[in-house]
């Protein structure tokens, strides 16, 4: 993934970044990363010691972010970097935000099924703008982050960041991208115990952004 985005951002600027969040890892990640921090210069390390979740690690991130474009995505290759120009191309001076949305979903049906029932269900209840939510593969402009104050530490941190964006008064776009099976790792996502607790949390999201509609601005 650090490789390619590195050739992918050859192509496209002089001035670039490459950041990832370790966010506890126990797999040989963090090493591997350390050594590639000799080849690549511009990549940045950030390593949180103790896991602290998916929207610690995207906080951490964009935290750290110091160019004027931030571009995220997931480390296990179900997105394919070299399709970020197709974001790039998007990104206009009346845009703020480009938000990609999957193509077709390369997922087990069960997933495929649940993702539709998730992605439809927060866009109606948070009315949300854009067609795919949970599609995290993401251009934004750093100025964003200036008036947006993200907390959440879950997976809940994508609707609180489109939701905040929107009320923020920021522009959004859209573009399809491809999705492919896990190239590494497994989901944490689909046991009882998590999917319970993700929808406890974003009751409270919903309650703060929609019911006492908490902007989340500094």
């Given at each position: ?41 511009q ?14 690690a ?14 995220y ?111 590494y ?34």
């Amino acid at each position: 993934m650090v490789l390619e985005v590195k050739k992918t951002l050859e192509r496209l600027a002089d001035d670039y970044e490459i950041i990832v969040i370790d966010d506890g890892s126990t797999d040989g990640s963090r090493e591997l990363l350390l050594q590639l921090q000799h080849d690549v210069p511009q990549l940045r390390l950030i390593i949180h010691e103790t896991n602290r979740g998916y929207g610690g690690a995207l906080r951490s991130g964009f935290k750290t972010a110091t160019k004027d474009l931030i571009f995220y995505t997931d480390g296990d290759g179900q997105y394919d970097v070299k399709e970020l120009p197709l974001l790039l191309g998007k990104m206009t001076e009346k845009v703020d935000i480009v938000n990609g949305f999957k193509i077709k979903r390369s997922d087990p049906l069960h997933r495929i099924i649940i993702g539709w029932i998730y992605q439809e269900a927060m866009r109606l209840i948070f009315w949300l703008p854009i067609k795919d939510p949970d599609c995290d593969f993401r251009l934004i402009r750093r100025q964003v982050f200036d008036k947006v104050v993200l907390m959440s530490n879950t997976g809940t941190i994508t609707i609180e960041l489109v939701k905040k964006i929107q009320r923020a008064g920021f522009k959004f776009a859209e573009v399809g991208v491809h999705h492919y099976f896990r190239a590494y790792g497994t989901s944490q996502f689909f046991n009882w115990r998590r999917v319970g607790r993700t929808l406890w949390q974003l009751g409270f999201l919903w309650l703060d952004l929609i019911v006492f509609r908490k902007k989340g601005m500094q």
